[in-house]
């Protein structure tokens, strides 16, 4: 027997170009606290954030580093070379191929180097991830179990590492490892069949996940399990939870005296709330000029155009408050538009909807046995 999770669709297509944000301003934990006089990028908290980082560390900082090292270095020997006093009697000639090869090839060459790995890197960025999942439960006997396959033809899974085979035993989950722990038959085709080479015992769970998400870790990300709209205005944000009841709310500026020196011009009012670990689609537009949404920690900076729905997503790693603001300069209170995102289990997130449903005359939506929280109620989330 298997089960599909549901994936979620919206009609809300062509999204402008995604550039990924960087942080002008340093975290220190997972609190996302925020560091005076810091000036290293927020730690990342998705796979996504961390292939930033890794691309700005490991390609463009060595570029970087070396352009300027070198440059630095004519610099220096042309002033000690050719001054008046080490070179009274100046050469004459006004060109030298080989120079103006290299001059013109190695910057060619330099920028392919960065533009490949970029490519794949904004098509991640751009590209909500659709990765779908099956679980199974195994009988102690059972080896095989099947894949649909039923992606579009330009999504379908045809490699290997578009697959992922898990074996969950309740206490923890083992990752699979293709030809040594099972073979797949149909790459391509509408079903593929995953053949274990020891029968799971009985109990244990099965997670097979597919698709062409593929982190950097090798994990295949799923599908939005939500969908999250924000909207930005003159000087604030709206949130909504289509998925939800459509509830909505307003996220403003904490004043000074509600907050500490250190997260002035960060907190708010009310903070996005969404479950860690799934991934959540997010739409983002304006009401009257264009703003930013941007989440270093997350690696996200979209532009919130009135008349334009623009769609990127979230996965987060870990539970936290995580800190932004409007990067995109919309009138005289731009400095005072700060997003705050809090990332809470699954249980938590479902407590905090209904107690906004509750807020805006709607019937819970959970069954309170799921809700429940081990300390406090629903109400501490957004305090």
């Not at 029968?199 to 097979?208: K, L, M, N």
């Not at 990127?312 to 400095?335: F, L, M, N």
Request: proline share 6%; aromatic share 8%; hydrophobic share 45%.
């Amino acid at each position: 027997m298997t089960l599909r999770t549901a994936t979620l669709r919206t009609a809300v297509k062509k999204p402008i170009t995604l550039i990924a944000g960087f942080g002008v301003w340093a975290s220190a934990a997972a609190n996302a606290q925020i560091t005076p006089g810091g000036i290293s990028m927020q730690p990342a908290n998705s796979a996504l954030a961390e292939e930033v980082h890794i691309f700005h560390n490991w390609i463009l900082m060595p570029v970087m580093t070396g352009i300027s090292a070198l440059i630095l270095g004519l610099l220096i020997w042309i002033v000690l070379r050719y001054n008046s006093k080490a070179n009274p009697t100046p050469s004459k000639f006004s060109h030298n191929t080989l120079i103006e090869i290299i001059w013109t090839g190695v910057p060619v060459l330099i920028l392919l180097a960065i533009a490949l790995p970029s490519f794949d890197l904004l098509y991640k960025e751009d590209v909500t991830p659709d990765g779908q999942q099956v679980v199974a439960t195994g009988d102690g006997q059972t080896v095989d179990f099947i894949f649909a396959n039923d992606f579009p033809e330009s999504r379908m899974v045809r490699r290997p590492k578009h697959l992922q085979v898990i074996i969950d035993n309740g206490t923890e989950r083992r990752v699979l490892k293709n030809r040594a722990d099972y073979r797949v038959d149909g790459f391509g085709k509408t079903d593929l069949v995953v053949s274990l080479t020891t029968p799971p015992a009985a109990g244990e769970r099965v997670i097979i996940r597919g698709g062409r998400s593929v982190d950097h870790r090798g994990n295949v990300t799923l599908a939005p399990t939500m969908t999250l709209k924000v909207t930005g205005y003159q000087w604030g944000w709206n949130y909504a939870y289509p998925d939800f009841g459509d509830f909505e709310y307003l996220s403003n500026l904490l004043p000074k005296d509600q907050t500490t020196p250190e997260l002035y011009l960060r907190a708010v009012d009310n903070r996005v709330v969404v479950p860690v670990g799934e991934t959540v689609r997010v739409t983002i537009t304006a009401r009257d000029v264009i703003h930013s949404w941007a989440l270093p920690a997350f690696a996200i900076k979209l532009d919130a155009v009135p008349g334009r729905i623009n769609e990127t997503w979230i996965k987060a790693d870990r539970e936290g408050v995580y800190y932004g603001q409007c990067s995109e300069i919309c009138g005289i209170k731009h400095a005072f538009m700060p997003i705050a995102v809090e990332v809470v289990s699954r249980p938590a997130f479902e407590a905090w909807v209904d107690s906004q449903r509750a807020l805006a005359g709607m019937d819970p939506l959970f069954d309170a046995d799921t809700v429940k929280l081990a300390q406090g109620d629903a109400s501490a989330l957004s305090e």
